[in-house]
C-alpha cells in the first residue's frame, strides 16, 4: 500500500482544499475581466491547477507547458529544459504560472524570463508550496500556498520517481523507500 511508505503528513487534504479556494478567490477578484492565461507545469502541478481552476468563477483560458530539472531522483541538476512548449501566443496576455513546489527556483526564474521576453502582458506565480530554504538564484513567487521546510516532499502531484503524485496530502517518505527502489 502507499500509506504505508509515508513517514509523515506535513499538509492535510482538508488543509489543501481549503488554501485552494481562497487562492481562487483572491485571484478570482484580483483577474476579474483580464481573462488571464493559467499555465499548468506538468506533471507537478495538476492536481493543484485543478483544485485551484474550479474554483475561480471567472473567465480563464488554459495551457500546459512541461519543464524538466529534476531527471528522477532528490536532487536538482541545476539545468532546466523546455519539453513541451504553449500553444498559446503570450504576447499581451496575462499570464498566472500555476506550479507545484518552488525550491532553487531556477525553474520559474527560466519560465518568467521567457514569458517576458515573448511579450506578456503580466506574469505572475502561483504556487502551492514554497520551500525557500532551497532558492539559489532570485525569484519568489506572488500567491503561495503553504510554506514549509527543506525536506523532499511527496504528493498532491509531487513525485518520487514518478509515484506518489496521487497522495492526496503532502508528506514525507519513510528513509527504506529511498534505499530499495518502488
Ligand atoms: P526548482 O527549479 O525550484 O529547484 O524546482 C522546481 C521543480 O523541482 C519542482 O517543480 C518539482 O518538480 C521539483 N522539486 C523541488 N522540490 C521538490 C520536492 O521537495 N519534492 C518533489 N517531489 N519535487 C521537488
Ligand atoms: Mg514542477
Ligand atoms: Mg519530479
Known sequence: MLETTIKK???T???I?????????LLTMEYADKNPLMVAILKGSIPFFAELTKRMGTHIEMDFMVVSSYHGGTQSSGEVKMI???DTAVEGRNVIIVEDIIDTGRTLLYLKELLLHRKAKSVKIVTLVDKPEGRVVEIDADYVGFTLPNEFLVGFGLDYDEHYRNLPYIGVLKEEVYQTNV
Open 9 to 11: 503528513v506535513l499538509v
Open 17 to 25: 482544499c481549503v488554501k485552494s479556494q481562497e487562492l481562487g478567490q
Open 13 to 15: 487534504e482538508e488543509e
Open 84 to 86: 513541451k512548449d504553449l
